[in-house]
């Protein structure tokens, strides 16, 4: 399964303890993670070795992972260091736990499960984490009972603005979908000049006002809005961003993270989380709703419109990256 070569969002950051391990799920592989005495993250598979027990129902000893049945310890890497029913004994290399490769980056812990090397594997990029004009809050989690590729495809659609957000990112009034460019990039896919009607397309719009996106697949599970700035706005000349990331749980159930980057630094946190959190909850039921769970690959299984090229797109390079995990 290609899909586990890649780097995919498991928790945030600040979840992970040097205290408490914590169990999560990642392509159905039951993971644990925790943090050792530096305060790096560590990441396990969720079963010790021993006897089967879940590790993530342990706790943390002296920087070691320590099970919770027997009280055997893992150190970071995975090696088991500590036998107490045979405190003298030296546990050789072989005696260890499967341990994942694991980076911290946008406030979030990926991990991937197995070594690979081509640029596809790197983390998916989200160029305005490095723009310090740009404010960066975590929204999120969202546990949803959907395909992670449903998910990206809901993000990279306009033309359910004006009725699943009506009011709000749409209107019934405004309907229609101009034409938009769709390209292939290194690592996904590209739509510019994405143009729409919004009522409210932010905690702080006052009348209703044309906002031009460019929508960007950045990795099977990945995408990342760039609002174009606004003429006329106190906030113009800062290309915020809103990035998708989405850790693919089971093939019918994600858990997804909104990495918003935003130029608005006087808003309290609450308040920025609170305006995407109202949009995704608008959008939640009907992904929940959407059958079959997994994104169908196939042009044939679904009908399509001229407003829909993004998300053929999306759905070609799915099936050119030979992902398998969420899609029929
Ligand atoms: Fe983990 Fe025995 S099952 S120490
Ligand atoms: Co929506």
């Known amino acids: ?173 405004t309907t229609a979908i101009p034409t938009y460019k769709v390209e292939p990039t290194a690592t996904g896919v590209l739509a510019t000049g994405c143009k729409a009607v919004q009522p409210q397309s932010n905690l702080h719009s006052t009348q209703a006002a044309e906002v031009e996106y460019t929508y960007e697949v950045t990795a099977p599970y990945a995408a990342v809005l760039t609002k174009i700035p606004e003429e006329g706005t106190s906030r113009q000349g800062w290309r915020e961003q809103i990035g998708l990331f989405i850790c693919p749980v089971t093939p019918d159930t994600s858990r997804v993270w909104f990495r918003l980057a935003v130029a608005d630094f006087e808003s309290s946190d609450e308040q920025l989380r609170e305006f995407q959190h109202t949009i995704f909850v608008q959008d939640q039921p009907v992904l929940e709703s959407q059958l079959p769970k997994a994104l169908p690959l196939d042009p044939r299984a679904e009908m399509h419109s001229a407003a829909d090229r993004m998300s053929s797109a999306y759905r070609r390079y799915l099936k050119a990256g030979g992902i398998t995990f969420g899609v029929c």
Not at 19 to 26: A, E, F, I, R
Not at 124 to 129: H, R
Not at 140 to 155: K, L, M, Q, W
Request: glycine share 8%; with cysteine.
């Open 1 to 173: 399964m290609i899909e586990n070569t890649l780097w995919h969002p498991v928790a945030q950051s600040h979840e992970v303890l040097q205290d408490t391990p914590l169990s999560v799920k990642l392509l159905e592989q039951a993971v644990v993670l925790w943090r050792n005495a530096e305060g790096v993250a560590q990441a396990f598979v969720d079963r010790c070795p021993h006897r089967g027990a879940r590790l993530s129902m342990g706790r943390i000893e002296n920087g070691n992972l320590e099970c919770p049945y027997h009280g055997w310890q893992f150190a970071s890497g995975g090696q088991c260091v500590k036998i107490p029913a045979v405190p003298d004994f030296v546990p050789p290399p072989s005696q260890c736990v499967k341990s994942f490769a694991v980076q911290e980056a946008c406030g979030l812990v990926w991990v991937r499960l197995q070594e690979g090397e081509s640029a596809s594997e790197q983390l998916p990029a989200f160029a305005a984490e490095a723009d310090e004009h740009l404010r960066k809050v975590n929204c999120g989690p969202y546990d949803v009972a959907a395909s992670a590729p449903r998910i990206i495809e809901n993000f990279l659609d306009m033309s359910h603005f004006g009725f699943v957000h009506e009011g709000w990112l749409g209107s019934r009034e």
